[in-house]
């Protein structure tokens, strides 16, 4: 199983203010995935991260509101920029089990960050 | 996008008692995932299912792939204090994206 680390494990910003969230995990992998976890709520796919190209965002984000660096097989980072308390949540990578199917997804701790 | 129901929204009971949970969709999936979440934590993933009427189990833990492949269920015999946490039930959607449905929260009296 793959070992995810990730960097801040909370933070507490001010609004107008970007923070970048770094995944670390401790094999290569070929898919990264950040996730937004809102209060109370489920998770949403942000965006998939491959090496060597650009990330993928989902229906309702936008690489301006969230860039995402995936440099290499086992790192990358999520910055969530011009922050308003509405992004206030828990972000969390995931990578896909290798050899399996790409839904099988180990996660990350998360960042729980606030936005005041 | 699709969206999956999962029920209860919660659950409060007693050690020792056993667990069922369901997760329904308006779609079919050709593939069904539990996964934990105990607080403070990332999601765990507990059992994967990819075939209509497969049943799976992973120690006090049984999911089953539902006949229509519109939902799935996860049972838990003799819960246990750990065993508290969120329970998400997830899916494809398209391409690698995985639709995670509300979460059932577990607690357990001891």
């Known amino acids: 199983s793959a070992v995810i680390s990730q960097k801040p494990s909370r933070d507490i910003c001010q609004r107008g203010t970007s923070l970048t969230i770094q995944c670390q995990v401790d094999?290569?992998?070929?898919?990264m995935f950040w996730y937004r976890q809102q209060p109370g709520q489920s998770l949403t796919l942000i965006a998939t991260a491959n090496q060597g190209s650009e990330a993928t965002y989902e229906s309702g984000f936008v690489i301006d509101k969230f860039p995402i660096s995936r440099p290499n097989l086992t790192f990358s980072t999520l910055t969530v920029s011009n922050m308003s308390p509405e992004d206030s949540s828990i972000y969390l990578c995931?990578?896909?089990?290798?050899?399996?199917?790409?839904?099988?997804?180990?996660f990350g701790p998360g960042t729980r960050l606030t936005v005041t | 996008g699709q969206q999956l129901n999962q029920s209860p929204q919660s659950m409060f009971i007693q050690e020792g008692e056993d667990v069922s949970m369901n997760c329904t969709s308006s779609?079919?999936?050709?593939?069904w995932l539990w996964y934990k979440q105990e607080p403070g934590e990332g999601p765990v993933l507990l059992i994967a299912l990819y075939k209509a009427g497969e049943l799976t189990s992973n120690g006090r833990l049984t999911a089953q792939f539902g006949i229509t492949r519109k939902d799935s269920f996860l049972n838990i015999s003799a819960s246990i204090p750990s065993d508290v946490g969120i329970y998400f039930c997830a899916g494809p959607e398209y391409g690698n994206k995985l639709v995670f449905g509300a979460g059932t929260i577990l607690r357990v009296k001891s």
């Open positions: 094999s290569q992998v070929t898919m």
């Open positions: 779609s079919i999936f050709n593939t």
């Open positions: 995931s990578v896909d089990k290798p050899g399996t199917s790409p839904y099988e997804q180990y």
